[in-house]
């Protein structure tokens, strides 16, 4: 299967958080989307692996996308290696995504850098002749996507595109809370988090109110791009 857009996270639920409501807008286009989790988020404070899985399943159902895979890399260390980049590859290479989205180098977590130096690199290689890759015993032919862009996690960046979601926002904040084992429950008994503050979802809100009206809309999910980002005229822009 070809994809359009493959989305790469170090946990269940990175790609929910940062740009779903893009993936959203993509899918109702009548593109193809898949997401990779690096790991099962089995160093979380709160939920299990058992959990996240299911929790990931639901919400790749309300996202509409194609595919959805794990890679089970450990959470904590996500080490980019030659082993771990090759089964990076692969996946690229499997769907032929025309776009990838993952991390900014620079983040809190550091999974999340790894993420993204495992993600840019495997991009890079996916296109090489000569790292060979099988897939069912047969070899898979080099292809390496024609962009890759930078979603938003903990720590901001000076964006080069925002998307506006202000249409899909209520959609996408769903898809976030059906992660529920990670955020604020008054019941529970586990140790409090960053994501599990009873304030973590009107941050959310806040981010994404102030992207878009940083484009004149209601809400908007804010990307980064290494290379500059051409429109086809004056009147494709939003402001």
Same mark, same amino acid.
């Given at each position: 299967?070809?994809?359009?857009?493959?989305?790469?996270?170090?946990?269940?639920?990175?790609?929910?958080?940062?740009?779903?409501?893009?993936?959203?807008?993509?899918?109702?286009?009548?593109?193809?989307?898949?997401?990779?989790?690096?790991?099962?988020?089995?160093?979380?404070?709160?939920?299990?692996?058992?959990?996240?899985?299911?929790?990931?399943?639901?919400?790749?159902?309300?996202?509409?996308?194609?595919?959805?895979?794990?890679?089970?890399?450990?959470?904590?260390?996500?080490?980019?290696?030659?082993?771990?980049?090759?089964?990076?590859?692969?996946?690229?290479?499997?769907?032929?995504?025309?776009?990838?989205?993952?991390?900014?180098?620079?983040?809190?977590?550091?999974?999340?850098?790894?993420?993204?130096?495992?993600?840019?690199?495997?991009?890079?290689?996916?296109?090489? !002749?000569?790292?060979?890759? %099988? =897939?069912?015993? &047969?070899?898979? $032919? @080099?292809?390496?996507?024609?962009?890759?862009?930078?979603?938003?996690?903990?720590?901001?960046?000076?964006?080069?595109?925002?998307?506006?979601?202000?249409?899909?926002?209520?959609?996408?904040?769903?898809?976030?809370?059906?992660?529920?084992?990670?955020?604020?429950?008054?019941?529970?008994?586990?140790?409090?988090?960053?994501?599990?503050?009873?304030?973590?979802?009107?941050?959310?809100?806040?981010?994404? !109110?102030?992207?878009?009206? %940083? =484009?004149?809309? &209601?809400?908007? $999910? @804010?990307?980064?791009?290494?290379?500059?980002?051409?429109?086809?005229?004056?009147?494709?822009?939003?402001?």
């Amino acid at each position: 299967m070809k994809l359009d857009v493959l989305a790469i996270g170090a946990h269940p639920d990175d790609v929910e958080l940062t740009c779903s409501g893009t993936i959203i807008k993509i899918v109702k286009q009548g593109r193809k989307v898949g997401l990779v989790d690096l790991t099962a988020g089995e160093l979380g404070t709160r939920g299990s692996p058992e959990i996240r899985a299911e929790e990931a399943a639901e919400a790749a159902k309300l996202l509409g996308v194609s595919v959805r895979e794990n890679l089970g890399l450990p959470d904590g260390n996500i080490e980019v290696n030659p082993t771990n980049r090759l089964r990076l590859i692969q996946l690229i290479r499997k769907y032929q995504p025309e776009v990838l989205l993952f991390p900014h180098w620079l983040e809190r977590h550091p999974d999340h850098e790894h993420a993204h130096r495992l993600s840019r690199e495997s991009w890079f290689y996916a296109g090489l !002749e000569k790292i060979e890759t %099988r =897939i069912d015993g &047969k070899v898979q $032919e @080099p292809y390496r996507p024609r962009s890759y862009y930078h979603f938003m996690q903990s720590y901001e960046f000076v964006p080069t595109f925002i998307i506006d979601i202000s249409d899909v926002y209520e959609q996408r904040m769903d898809v976030v809370r059906t992660f529920k084992s990670q955020f604020y429950d008054p019941h529970s008994e586990e140790r409090e988090t960053f994501l599990s503050n009873p304030e973590f979802m009107e941050m959310l809100r806040t981010r994404f !109110e102030y992207f878009g009206d %940083r =484009i004149g809309k &209601k809400y908007g $999910e @804010p990307f980064y791009s290494v290379n500059m980002v051409g429109v086809t005229d004056l009147f494709s822009l939003t402001i």
